[in-house]
């Protein structure tokens, strides 16, 4: 998970990262 978030940090804004990561945790 750490390195999607990485490889997609750049591409995406500082909020969806945080959506991403919630999700990802709840899951």
Do not use: C, D, P
Request: proline residues 0%.
């Amino acid at each position: 998970m750490r390195e999607f978030l990485e490889k997609n940090y750049k591409e995406t804004s500082g909020q969806e990262i945080v959506k991403l990561a919630n999700r990802a945790f709840l899951e």
